[in-house]
């Protein structure tokens, strides 16, 4: 029995519209100062001249940078590799999460001793996963080559991390490791939410395990693919500290993402204003991404109702 | 419901290759802290140890040099002492990252609350500016998240890295419990009011009991991103008074003098506040998942 | 009545004055000291010591990861939050002197120059900006060709190579008799900032040893210069001999060190403290092993970088109690107190590290020291061979890190030599407009 507007008397609106204000505002203002101040810095640094070793004259230059960065010759290489790595990245992170789900909702030992596991990469720093996998992929001495040599699979180490497309792969390989727990609980509580009933239908009517991932599972969770491809997408073009730790960008400069660029602008040629610029594409990219995002994710919930 | 025997065989093979995938970095890095530095080195590794010793974890907890490090006639060995801040920057991680837990559930829950039940004007556009202000990369954020703090006189404190952490991850709590209390109904919170409750009793009395596992999982979130930032927590801290634990593992992981045996332990301790908090509250952090998953 | 008031507010109020004043005048002047996190305990204990004999100065030990100091230290300076003293190195005063972060010594403490003799020249060169000194060494060393003897041996040759076809001759044989797979590797990841001073000393110990010309433009991107050999060198060691790791490409300095000292290296071009480490035997399974020799080529010469303490600007502004201060704090720690090189030798001693300050070499506790651990008298000959860094700029940072890219690609054999060292210097000019 819901009352209405009308017939709460004024000072009780009122208070509440306080209230709503009293608890809304520091929310508001701390991520304001965080928010506000940030791009109006990165805006107004990247439409200046700022190099740290002049720092007698930062002039006004509108979009120079901008022009100077999109046509650097570094721009069109770093957004590949930044797309390559994406688009192994983000089906990997999403299909291996839905697998993994379904092993952690099988009741056993082992999956009860999984579903505690699952969680323990999220519980590292990602720049100190980006150590230990640096060392576990050496060439030299690393437990990856130990493990393969061991087993007899190879005869002497191989180069991991000093070859173009191995290093990619090493790279992937550390990433997937940190991205999985998130993945598969959200594939997990997705999983949850599909009656049984459906299975045994399905069953009785004689299908297989195939047909039902086919024609139940994989469209039931539709929307929580949507999430997770859209998160991994968005952590996927903004990373760095995995692969800095790991490789430096190399070799050869085989995994500088566009985030490396912006670092590289901003801390080693001491550019603030093309490293702001950049970093503003980077962020107008994501936002063109988002929307494109809603876009679908509209149309879907239109679809579903 | 698997029964051809085929089939649980493959279940098994899968989910302990998984296991293996998960707990190999791990293992190797238990391994490694308890393995005097000489035999971390060899091809191919000693899998099963040869040698064993407590002298890595004796360095960090107690300051004795490992066996072979001091040169006789010399004061000191050469190894990285970086690493002996490992504890006190475990303690700075766990406390920050535990206040910036506390600070989402009292301010995020609250504010969230009231972005789902209340209607005030610039509600809306209030909800936008929340979530659209986590598109610059953090590279970008570094320098200006750094004059903030400085300006407000918090460099080297723990109340920087609060404060940065906790306006990263609000934006986020108040998105996801705002979605999950809207799609609670609310008889219940209706009712309380007509009883005479204010909105703020209805939340902590009725509301939150029942939104616990959403809650706990924001929490958890929150705890998790403070302890693991990285980025931030290396330009605002600058001695042990508040650097937190990644900032020391990146530190002792690349002087000259850096023992790996010795970062393996400080990474062993790096997991310990994270499990343990991850393995109390998984149930909630699952359920609240789920929740706010599937109630779209 | 109001009278007593008066009189014993104002005797209060005096003695409150009294106080103030005292306490103002002893007040410690506080300075604030940024380092990288190496060996903190040492530095702690060298500024203890100096706050002893030094009891109007504080000072504060701020750290950060080695890696991570100049990112650190640019926001520090961007946010002018408050520093004194700093470590600095010849890599970097290009741009923390242009962008005016750190003052030149020479103009607040002329005293400075009774100093310079002392130092080797590779360090005043590398400290020195527009003709003026910035700051005292903290450490100076070379790069230097670390061999492990006991391969040599087993390879059946009884003296280190003495140029680089000899290196390529005993590797060769090394590899054949199969004592080591890959007898040479390189710290040759994309970013580190030791590949191109590796590369410069190799160019070094060469008879033509310059890759600019005096006003600053690149030459060694021609088929006869001496880059063009050593990029050759390098390329035929990787590709055609193999004598050189493919893993270099992925190696930083501690790796490599951790590789060689476990025994997959034999020979390595690397900073001359990394001999203490290697030898230290609860560090390395091979320790004991490793001898230096001077740089394979035919000068012998080498590249030389010095590490230094530096005055900021902010320290500069703050008055003369604070300038005074800290020149104290400079003399103590780069110079000389009680007449002796104090902590510069305790570093020497204690860690291995290299100075600038040639007068230690006649010192009888540095030379044992040493000799622990390598050969004072290599060492002597080889600081005298060493040089500079030619043609820092505030780009070079930038620069290095392309020609570092591009040489990767020459190695794996993506382009040619030729065009690698094209390709970096092209970009050279366009960073100098």
């Given at each position: 029995m819901r009352l209405s507007p009308r017939s709460i008397p004024m000072s009780w609106k009122a208070r509440e519209t306080r209230y709503a204000y009293a608890t809304v505002l520091p929310v508001v203002v701390v991520v304001a100062l965080f928010t506000i101040y940030p791009v109006v810095y990165a805006v107004s640094t990247s439409l200046r001249q700022v190099v740290l070793y002049r720092p007698d004259s930062t002039p006004f230059v509108g979009l120079k940078n901008y022009v100077d960065i999109v046509r650097g010759d570094f721009f069109p290489t770093a957004w590949a590799h930044t797309l390559t790595f994406t688009l192994f990245a983000v089906p990997l992170a999403t299909v291996l999460g839905f697998g993994t789900a379904h092993l952690l909702r099988v009741r056993s030992r082992l999956a009860g001793f999984l579903n505690a596991a699952v969680l323990l990469p999220w519980a590292i720093p990602t720049v100190i996963s980006g150590v230990i996998w640096a060392w576990i992929f050496n060439s030299t001495y690393g437990a990856f080559n130990g493990v393969l040599y061991s087993l007899g699979l190879i005869s002497s180490y191989i180069p991991l991390l000093s070859r173009p497309s191995s290093a990619l792969f090493c790279v992937l390989f550390a990433h997937i490791w940190k991205e999985l727990p998130l993945t598969s609980i959200l594939y997990v509580a997705a999983l949850q939410a599909i009656p049984d009933e459906l299975y045994d239908a399905a069953r009785a009517d004689g299908a297989g395990v195939l047909a039902m991932l086919r024609r139940i599972t994989i469209p039931l969770v539709l929307p929580t693919t949507l999430i997770v491809v859209i998160y991994e997408s968005m952590v996927a073009i903004v990373t760095f500290d995995l692969l800095y730790v790991m490789t430096g960008g190399g070799p050869a400069g085989a995994t500088s993402l566009i985030s490396y660029y912006i670092y590289n602008r901003m801390f080693t040629s001491y550019n603030f204003g093309q490293g702001a610029a950049l970093a503003v594409i980077l962020a107008l990219s994501l936002i063109v991404f988002i929307l494109v995002y809603l876009r679908v994710l509209n149309s879907e919930e239109v679809y579903r109702e | 419901m698997r029964h051809s025997r085929t089939q649980q065989l493959l279940v098994t093979a899968l989910a302990l290759l998984a296991a293996a995938y998960i707990l190999a970095p791990f293992a190797w890095v238990a391994v490694s802290s308890i393995q005097p530095e000489k035999e971390l080195f060899s091809v191919p590794p000693h899998w099963v140890p040869r040698i064993l010793t407590g002298d890595n974890y004796r360095f960090i907890f107690t300051g004795k040099f490992p066996a072979g490090y001091t040169e006789t006639g010399l004061l000191r060995g050469r190894i990285s002492e970086k690493a002996r801040d490992a504890l006190p920057a475990l303690m700075n991680s766990t406390i920050v990252a535990l206040t910036v837990a506390a600070a989402n559930l009292l301010l995020g829950v609250v504010a969230a609350y009231s972005f789902s039940r209340l209607r005030f004007r610039g509600a809306g556009a209030l909800y936008t500016f929340v979530l659209a202000s986590r598109l610059l990369p953090p590279m970008a954020l570094a320098i200006p998240y750094y004059l903030i703090v400085a300006r407000l006189g918090l460099l080297d404190r723990y109340g920087a890295l609060i404060l940065i952490h906790s306006a990263v991850t609000l934006p986020f709590t108040v998105w996801f419990l705002a979605v999950y209390f809207k799609r609670v109904p609310p008889d219940m919170e209706d009712a309380a009011l007509v009883d005479g409750c204010t909105r703020l009793q209805v939340l902590v009395r009725i509301v939150a009991p029942v939104a616990a596992p959403a809650l706990a999982a924001a929490a958890a979130f929150a705890f998790m991103f403070s302890y693991n930032d990285f980025p931030f927590a290396l330009f605002v801290t600058s001695t042990i008074r508040s650097q937190t634990i990644p900032v020391i593992v990146s530190a002792t992981a690349v002087n000259p003098d850096v023992s790996f045996g010795v970062v393996a332990v400080t990474v062993v301790l790096t997991m310990l506040p994270p499990v343990a908090f991850a393995l109390l509250f998984r149930r909630y952090i699952t359920r609240g998942l789920i929740t706010v998953v599937t109630t779209r | 009545?109001?009278?007593?008031?008066?009189?014993?507010?104002?005797?209060?109020?005096?003695?409150?004055?009294?106080?103030?004043?005292?306490?103002?005048?002893?007040?410690?002047?506080?300075?604030?000291?940024?380092?990288?996190?190496?060996?903190?305990?040492?530095?702690?204990?060298?500024?203890?010591?100096?706050?002893?004999?030094?009891?109007?100065?504080?000072?504060?030990?701020?750290?950060?990861?080695?890696?991570?100091?100049?990112?650190?230290?640019?926001?520090?300076?961007?946010?002018?939050?408050?520093?004194?003293?700093?470590?600095?190195?010849?890599?970097?005063?290009?741009?923390?002197?242009?962008?005016?972060?750190?003052?030149?010594?020479?103009?607040?403490?002329?005293?400075?120059?009774?100093?310079?003799?002392?130092?080797?020249?590779?360090?005043?060169?590398?400290?020195?900006?527009?003709?003026?000194?910035?700051?005292?060494?903290?450490?100076?060393?070379?790069?230097?060709?670390?061999?492990?003897?006991?391969?040599?041996?087993?390879?059946?040759?009884?003296?280190?190579?003495?140029?680089?076809?000899?290196?390529?001759?005993?590797?060769?044989?090394?590899?054949?008799?199969?004592?080591?797979?890959?007898?040479?590797?390189?710290?040759?990841?994309?970013?580190?900032?030791?590949?191109?001073?590796?590369?410069?000393?190799?160019?070094?110990?060469?008879?033509?040893?310059?890759?600019?010309?005096?006003?600053?433009?690149?030459?060694?991107?021609?088929?006869?210069?001496?880059?063009?050999?050593?990029?050759?060198?390098?390329?035929?060691?990787?590709?055609?001999?193999?004598?050189?790791?493919?893993?270099?490409?992925?190696?930083?300095?501690?790796?490599?060190?951790?590789?060689?000292?476990?025994?997959?290296?034999?020979?390595?071009?690397?900073?001359?403290?990394?001999?203490?480490?290697?030898?230290?035997?609860?560090?390395?399974?091979?320790?004991?092993?490793f001898k230096m020799a001077l740089m394979p080529g035919e000068t012998h010469g080498t590249e030389g970088f010095v590490r230094f303490y530096a005055m900021t600007k902010m320290a500069a502004d703050r008055g003369k109690e604070v300038r005074d201060a800290s020149w104290k704090f400079l003399e103590y720690f780069g110079g000389k107190s009680g007449g002796e090189f104090t902590v510069v030798k305790r570093w020497a001693l204690e860690k291995g590290l290299g100075f600038a300050q040639l007068p230690l070499y006649k010192d009888p506790q540095i030379r044992a020291a040493i000799n622990k651990w390598g050969n004072v008298t290599l060492e002597e000959q080889q600081s005298k061979l060493a040089r500079a860094k030619e043609a820092l700029t505030p780009f070079w940072g930038s620069w290095s890190l392309e020609f570092q890219k591009e040489m990767n690609k020459a190695l794996l054999g993506q382009e040619t030599p030729l065009q690698a060292l094209q390709a970096s210097a092209a970009k050279w000019k366009e960073m100098k407009k």
């Open positions: - | - | 009545m109001i009278r007593r008031y008066f009189a014993l507010a104002s005797g209060l109020m005096a003695l409150i004055l009294v106080v103030c004043a005292v306490a103002v005048a002893a007040a410690p002047v506080q300075l604030t000291f940024t380092v990288w996190s190496y060996s903190n305990d040492v530095i702690q204990d060298n500024i203890q010591k100096f706050q002893a004999r030094n009891p109007g100065v504080q000072v504060g030990l701020n750290d950060f990861a080695w890696e991570k100091f100049t990112d650190v230290m640019t926001a520090r300076f961007v946010g002018k939050t408050s520093t004194d003293v700093s470590y600095s190195s010849d890599h970097w005063l290009q741009q923390w002197a242009a962008a005016n972060w750190i003052v030149p010594l020479d103009d607040y403490f002329p005293q400075v120059a009774a100093y310079k003799p002392d130092f080797a020249p590779y360090a005043i060169e590398g400290m020195t900006y527009n003709g003026k000194l910035y700051g005292l060494p903290y450490y100076a060393d070379t790069i230097i060709f670390i061999y492990n003897e006991d391969m040599l041996k087993r390879a059946g040759f009884s003296t280190p190579p003495v140029t680089w076809d000899d290196v390529t001759k005993m590797a060769v044989a090394m590899k054949q008799k199969k004592i080591v797979e890959y007898p040479l590797m390189f710290q040759f990841q994309d970013i580190t900032p030791w590949y191109i001073e590796v590369f410069l000393s190799m160019v070094y110990s060469n008879k033509n040893p310059s890759m600019f010309d005096k006003s600053l433009n690149p030459t060694y991107d021609t088929e006869s210069s001496t880059a063009h050999k050593v990029a050759r060198w390098l390329v035929d060691g990787f590709r055609t001999t193999k004598i050189i790791n493919p893993a270099s490409l992925e190696m930083t300095e501690v790796p490599l060190v951790k590789a060689m000292g476990a025994g997959q290296v034999a020979f390595a071009v690397l900073p001359k403290y990394n001999l203490a480490d290697l030898n230290t035997t609860g560090a390395h399974a091979q320790a004991g092993k």
